[in-house]
């Protein structure tokens, strides 16, 4: 039998598998039935285990409710990481984004546990902008566009309340100096073949994005090269970027450094019939810079466990688990597991309809944009002393 968080992910993807059945997991494309499971034996990536889980509360107090959910589910090296912390090493904390449009709830989702990891470790973090990145991939893209896109989501970024002191943001274009020399390093080591191989990329694709991967592999270096100490490097993001971490893993050791450890999460679904929450279907996207009022229609539409009519879901009961309105709560809205299990028990029981738990859900969910869309507005005062200098 297992967790809640797997009967949950298998109903969604029952869901999902009724309109598209193939896998597709890449930095650049998520689709199809996702099966977590298949995904640790395709990648070789670990579960975080119940022993692993414990051993992360012994340093941090009470489980963070994405552990506790299993919204973070793999790993790789954790428990390396964490011999190296008791032994006394501390680590450094990587993640980033790529700023292609504004940031969704999806997104935020390992930057939440990551502010959590800095403030449980006290560990430097280093964020990266692929600002580069997005300009290579879209054809339309201008630099300028690129870059105000990265200020833009940076704004998010420092919203989310990450120590200014233990934090630098790394546009790759503008902080480019920080990482050619590790880049080009890694790149010597790293074949075509493989990039071909790992990410799929044609003869057509363009030279900038080949290159790439070993841009996106420079920061799990930059604290040992800046210090000149080996640093070990932990990487919190969802499983659909472990790609570049399989090719750096590799070549780490040729480098001199530690291989990068990483804790992956799930994806956040959209609020539609399948598919994880992604910028490409707006409508079902909840995007931090929406208006509230906004926000709440995108909820009003979304796809529930509901019965067709109030009159059948009062008689015969609704399906949580295939609910995203339930996900929200599950995963992001609501943290005391009684109110989660009497919020599943009275949709069963037809005791609460679909526009009930969809009225919660949207006072919370306005409530955390408007608090958030203030913080991004403060973070512009802010943002120098979070940008590498
Ligand atoms: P990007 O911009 O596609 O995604 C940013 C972060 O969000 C995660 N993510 C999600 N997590 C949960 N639910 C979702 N629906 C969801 N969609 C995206 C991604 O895994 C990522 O952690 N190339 C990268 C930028 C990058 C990076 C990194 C990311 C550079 N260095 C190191 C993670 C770690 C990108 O385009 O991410």
Same mark, same amino acid.
């Given at each position: 039998m297992g967790t809640l968080s797997e009967e949950l992910m298998d109903e969604r993807g029952r869901v999902m598998a009724e309109e598209e059945e193939e896998m597709i997991v890449t930095p650049w494309e998520v689709s199809g039935k996702i099966d977590y499971n298949k995904l640790i034996q395709k990648f070789g990536t670990q579960p975080l285990t119940e022993e692993l889980l414990e051993r992360l509360r012994k340093h941090t107090g009470k489980l963070h409710l994405q552990l506790q959910r299993k919204l973070f589910f793999s790993h790789r090296d954790l428990d390396w990481i964490l011999d190296q912390y008791e032994g006394g090493q501390k680590f450094a904390l990587y993640t980033g984004r790529g700023p292609s449009g504004p940031v969704h709830l999806g997104h935020i989702v390992p930057w939440i546990f990551t502010k959590h990891l800095q403030d449980a470790f006290d560990a430097k973090l280093y964020f990266q902008m692929t600002d580069d990145e997005k300009f290579l991939l879209h054809?339309? /893209?201008?630099v300028e566009k690129s870059l105000s896109l990265m200020y833009d989501n940076s704004l998010d970024v420092i919203a989310m309340g990450f120590d200014p002191e233990k934090t630098s943001i790394i546009s790759d274009f503008k902080n480019i100096k920080v990482l050619y020399d590790i880049a080009m390093r890694v790149a010597k080591h790293v074949t075509f073949s493989t990039v071909k191989a790992v990410f +799929? /990329? &044609? #003869? #057509? #694709?363009n030279i900038g994005i080949i290159f790439f991967p070993a841009i996106q592999a420079a920061p799990c270096f930059v604290e040992s090269d800046l210090t000149g100490k080996n640093v070990p490097c932990l990487i919190p993001a969802?499983?659909?970027?472990?790609p570049y971490w399989r090719v750096t893993r590799d070549i780490a050791p040729k480098l001199g450094y530690y291989k990068p450890a990483q804790i992956h999460c799930r994806f956040l679904p959209g =609020?539609? *019939? +399948?598919? *994880?929450?992604?910028?490409? =279907?707006p409508e079902t996207c909840i995007f931090t810079t929406d208006p509230p009022d906004v926000a709440e229609k995108k909820i009003w539409n979304a796809f529930t466990g +509901? *019965?067709?009519?109030e009159r059948e879901q009062r008689g015969h009961g609704g399906d949580p688990f295939v609910c995203t309105i339930y996900y929200y709560f599950y995963y992001? /809205?609501? &943290?005391?597991d009684q109110k989660i299990a009497e919020l599943e028990r009275e949709c069963k029981a037809g005791e609460i309809i679909c526009g009930d738990c969809k009225r919660i859900l949207a006072e919370k969910v306005k409530k955390f944009l408007r608090e958030h869309q203030k913080k991004r507005e403060k973070a512009r005062d802010i943002a120098d002393q979070f940008f590498m200098k």
């Open positions: 054809p339309e /893209f201008t +799929g /990329f &044609e #003869s #057509s #694709s969802a499983i659909d970027q472990d =609020l539609g *019939k +399948g598919g *994880k929450m992604s910028a490409s =279907l +509901g *019965k067709p009519t992001l /809205f609501e &943290e005391s």
